[in-house]
T-cell receptor, first 111, second 113 residues
Framework: SQTIHQWPATLVQPVGSPLSLECTVE??????LYWYRQAAGRGLQLLFY??????ISSEVPQNLSASRPQDRQFILSSKKLLLSDSGFYLC??????????FGSGTRLTVV | QKEVEQNSGPLSVPEGAIASLNCTYS??????FFWYRQYSGKSPELIMS????GDKEDGRFTAQLNKASQYVSLLIRDSQPSDSATYLC?????????????FGKGITLSVRP
């Protein structure tokens, strides 16, 4: 079966600290992968998407970066977090039959 | 104009009633449309997808699409307290690969017992 794993579930980080969020999928190969952020009171904002290893497209200029070192691994990073980076981060993959399937999410609070 | 707009809400209906959730989109070339349900603190989960004009029914849920009016809706019949959640409308310009969904801000539904 196809599953998506995302961790950690919650994270509290000080301003200026680095960030690394990881997402892995199982049961498929060469998936399209996405990172979204949901800030309080706002909709889901697409941050990055990837159609293959090493292929990253950025949707919004920001303090974050993404990498895809393996086919089923997608990483979201930051060198120095800002207060405005707080939010609910969601990894997702896309299939033509089911649209997006989201991971369980990481709630990041920057203090 | 926002790309995907949903009623600001919140929406409150009594148990057993029909809840009607509406969504409009600005990009006329949009090909596919999705409704997601998101419980508080959880990630969104897919309820319905619709690609053609008309109605699509799945259990208590009916999605309606009118491409000419750039309008998509979700009807929930016999609403239950467990339906209380935020409902997100999402639109895709492409029906095939490399799809990127644009989401509305969502509308919060509360079903009163």
């Amino acid at each position: 079966s196809q599953t998506i794993h995302q961790w950690p579930a919650t994270l509290v980080q000080p301003v200026g600290s680095p960030l690394s969020l990881e997402c892995t999928v199982e049961g498929t190969s060469n998936p399209n992968l996405y990172w979204y952020r949901q800030a309080a009171g706002r909709g889901l904002q697409l941050l990055f998407y990837s159609v293959g290893i090493g292929q990253i497209s950025s949707e919004v200029p920001q303090n974050l970066s993404a990498s895809r070192p393996q086919d089923r691994q997608f990483i979201l990073s930051s060198k120095k977090l800002l207060l405005s980076d707080s939010g609910f981060y969601l990894c997702a993959w896309w299939t033509i039959d089911y649209g997006y399937t989201f991971g369980s999410g990481t709630r990041l609070t920057v203090v | 104009q926002k790309e995907v707009e949903q009623n600001s809400g919140p929406l409150s209906v009594p148990e057993g009633a029909i809840a009607s959730l509406n969504c409009t989109y600005s990009d006329r070339v949009s090909q596919s449309f999705f409704w997601y349900r998101q419980y508080s603190g959880k990630s969104p989960e897919l309820i319905m997808s619709i690609y053609s004009n008309g109605d699509k029914e799945d259990g208590r849920f009916t999605a309606q699409l009118n491409k000419a009016s750039q309008y998509v809706s979700l009807l929930i019949r016999d609403s239950q307290p467990s339906d209380s959640a935020t409902y997100l409308c999402a639109v895709n310009r492409r029906a095939g690969a490399n799809s990127k969904l644009t989401f509305g801000k969502g509308i919060t539904l509360s079903v009163r017992p």
